[in-house]
T-cell receptor, first 113, second 115 residues
Framework: GDSVTQMEGPVTLSEEACLTI???????????LFWYVQYPGEGLQLLLK?????DKGSYKGFEATYRKETTSFHLEKGSVQVSDSAVYFC????????????FGRGTSLIVHP | NAGVTQTPKFQVLKTGQSMTLQCAQD?????MSWYRQDPGMGLRLIHY???????DQGEVPSGYNVSRSTTEDFPLRLLSAAPSQTSVYFC??????????????FGPGTRLTVL
């Protein structure tokens, strides 16, 4: 079945450092890929998405590129802020089978001033 | 739009009690889901619905019931609460299954403690 694997956290960075959170997936067909973010005490919200190979999703400095050859969708940001501290979830929704999205376990990011 | 709303925000139950977690959305979304979030476990799907009158089980349905009598509402019922059901519960909805409609919208969550 479909699965998503994220790097374990917490990831601890200083403000203005570069961020990479690794995400790889296993799926049949041609899934759509997502990154969701959960700020403390809140529900998840969409950060970015990509629907086909080589697409790049981006939002407010965050980027992720859909790499079909490596089955990856790593999240990157060039300069993190304290306000980016949150839990980040990678997810996929397989268009070739179930419409139920599959989530990774989440990666906690802590950014220090 | 209010989006996805959940009530209550916090709840403490005693073992064996029953209760209903409420979820409503005002976006006319067909698809709705309930997840629980536990430390180190990520999100686990409890039940989901693809439209009014249609529900199905997810990964961890035991001890929970759902119904979908309207498009807007998707309540989750705990039949006889157990300490293992202590968790944060999220309701989510989305419009459809195509690339432009499959973004999930989440509620703020209900934090449940079972003593």
């Amino acid at each position: 079945g479909d699965s998503v694997t994220q790097m374990e956290g917490p990831v601890t960075l200083s403000e203005e450092a570069c961020l990479t959170i690794n995400c790889t997936y296993t799926a049949t067909g041609y899934p759509s890929l997502f990154w969701y973010v959960q700020y403390p005490g809140e529900g998840l919200q969409l950060l970015l998405k990509a629907t086909k190979a080589d697409d790049k999703g981006s939002y407010k400095g965050f980027e992720a590129t859909y790499r079909k050859e490596t089955t990856s969708f790593h999240l990157e940001k060039g300069s993190v802020q304290v306000s980016d501290s949150a839990v980040y979830f990678c997810a996929l929704r397989n268009t070739g089978g179930s419409y139920i999205p599959t989530f990774g376990r989440g990666t906690s990011l802590i950014v220090h001033p | 739009n209010a989006g996805v709303t959940q009530t209550p925000k916090f709840q403490v139950l005693k073992t064996g009690q029953s209760m209903t977690l409420q979820c409503a959305q005002d976006m006319n979304h067909e698809y709705m889901s309930w997840y629980r979030q536990d430390p180190g476990m990520g999100l686990r799907l409890i039940h989901y619905s693809v439209g009014a009158g249609i529900t199905d089980q997810g990964e961890v349905p035991s001890g929970y019931n759902v119904s979908r009598s309207t498009t807007e509402d998707f309540p989750l019922r705990l039949l006889s609460a157990a300490p293992s059901q202590t968790s944060v519960y999220f309701c989510a909805s989305r419009m459809g299954t195509s690339g432009s409609t499959d973004t999930q919208y989440f509620g703020p969550g209900t934090r449940l403690t079972v003593l």
